[in-house]
Each structure stands twice: as structure tokens, then as C-alpha cells.
């Protein structure tokens, strides 16, 4: 292992590592006799299709983004989702990282596209795990079922490639483009994250909806009263 490693196999605020559910979860997935690679595909499908993707319900709180908290619900977006990876990798002895992009979706519903007034998904996150000796990219984000119901085919995780978002369905059609690259980061990056949703999208965190919902958005309702 590289010294400059070290960092990644570190507990943070977002990615508790030393969390006493986050240690007995990656435990529960994983085995000291598996090769890292091994371990890191089971964690990624594990988490994939245990969290069901749920883009709609947006919790700004800090606690509500680390990991630990995840474990409790069954659901969670992106970033929810790479954070966990995070953690549980580094229980392992694997280290992980965050990385962000903005991604423009091909196939988003009027509804959503014309209350968000955008196609460009802001903040996606992805994990990436350091594996023989190199960093490779995993996105838990789409749970297999759901995959099937968009028509593209399952993000499958091997430990040597990267893995992020199919870049088209399985008629050919454009799914996923990325726009831009906020880079690499050893914890979540809470404070870009909340201006870059404040940038793209003010109104999810205007005084109106900030005293409505507070920190848990849910763009269900908000679509409903638009």
C-alpha cells in the first residue's frame, strides 16, 4: 500500500467507519480469507440492491448523510449510497474515496424535468476503492430491478474497471452523460455539496421549503404543490 493511502482507511463524520452497525455490516458481507477485490464486489452488490434508489427524497441534515445512518431505512440516492460503500470498504481494509459529478439524464420524466428546469442531475457520487494498486470507480447508485424497469442493463462492479453510469439503454439511446467532475475527496465535501444544490437548484433550498420541510426535502410533495 501506497503511504498516501492512509488517509482512506481513516473514520470520518460522514464515513464512521468505527461505527459499531457500519463494522458488523461490512463484516457481514465479507470474509478475512477473500482477496480485496473479492470483498469489494460484495460490499458494491450488497449495497446496490439492498438500497433501493430513491433520487426524490433529499435529507440535507449531516447526520442524515453518513453513513451509519443509512442502515437505517432501506433506501437512499447516490451519495447515500457511495458513502456507505465507503465506509464498509474501509472496515475491510480497502481505501475509499468520494467522487462527484454532474451528469445530464436522458431519459428523466417531464414532471421532474420541468419542475427542476434542468436535465443536469447536480452532486451524483460514486465510490472509488483502491485495488491492485490502483483507484477504480464503483457506482452503487441503481439497484438492479430498477435498472430492468429503465431498460439498461444492470452496473455490474469487477474490481479492476470502472463502473459508473451506463451511458445508454439498451435500444442504443443516450441514459447518461457527465458534464462536469468536482474531482476526489477522503469525506464528503457537506459545504460544496449544499452550494452546488443552492446554484442548480435554489427554490429545493429556499426559506419557503427550508420551513416547510427543513432539511428532508421530499420532491414527491413538492411537485404535488407545484
Same mark, same amino acid.
Given at each position: 500500500m501506497l503511504p498516501d493511502t492512509a488517509l482512506?482507511?481513516?473514520p470520518t463524520y460522514f464515513l464512521d467507519c468505527n461505527h459499531e452497525d457500519i463494522v458488523a455490516y461490512a463484516h457481514r458481507y465479507t470474509s478475512?480469507?477473500?482477496a480485496p477485490i473479492e470483498n469489494a464486489i460484495a460490499l458494491y452488490r450488497q449495497i446496490r440492491d439492498e438500497f433501493l434508489y430513491n433520487p426524490y427524497i433529499l435529507d440535507f441534515r449531516p447526520q442524515g448523510l453518513k453513513a451509519s445512518d443509512m442502515l437505517k431505512r432501506n433506501y437512499g440516492h447516490c451519495v447515500n449510497k457511495a458513502v456507505l460503500l465507503a465506509a464498509t470498504a474501509?472496515?475491510?481494509g480497502i481505501p475509499s474515496?468520494?467522487?462527484f459529478f454532474n451528469v445530464k439524464n436522458h431519459i428523466v420524466t417531464e414532471k421532474i424535468e420541468r419542475f427542476l428546469q434542468t436535465n443536469?442531475?447536480?452532486?451524483h457520487g460514486c465510490t472509488e476503492l483502491w485495488l491492485e494498486g490502483r483507484w477504480v470507480k464503483a457506482t452503487p447508485a441503481f439497484n438492479a430491478d430498477l435498472c430492468r424497469k429503465l431498460n439498461v442493463a444492470v452496473l455490474e462492479f469487477d474490481g479492476t474497471?470502472? !463502473?459508473? =453510469?451506463q451511458q445508454y439503454d439498451r435500444a442504443g439511446n443516450v441514459f447518461m452523460e457527465y458534464v462536469h467532475e468536482y474531482g476526489s475527496f477522503h469525506d464528503l465535501p457537506y459545504d460544496l455539496m449544499i !452550494?452546488? =444544490?443552492r446554484k442548480h437548484y435554489g427554490?429545493?433550498?429556499?426559506?419557503k421549503v427550508l420551513q416547510s420541510m427543513g432539511l428532508v426535502i421530499d420532491l414527491n410533495v413538492l411537485m404535488q404543490q407545484a
Open positions: 482512506y482507511l481513516q478475512p480469507d477473500n474501509r472496515v475491510v474515496r468520494l467522487a443536469v442531475l447536480v452532486f474497471e470502472d !463502473s459508473i =453510469f !452550494s452546488q =444544490f427554490f429545493l433550498l429556499s426559506e
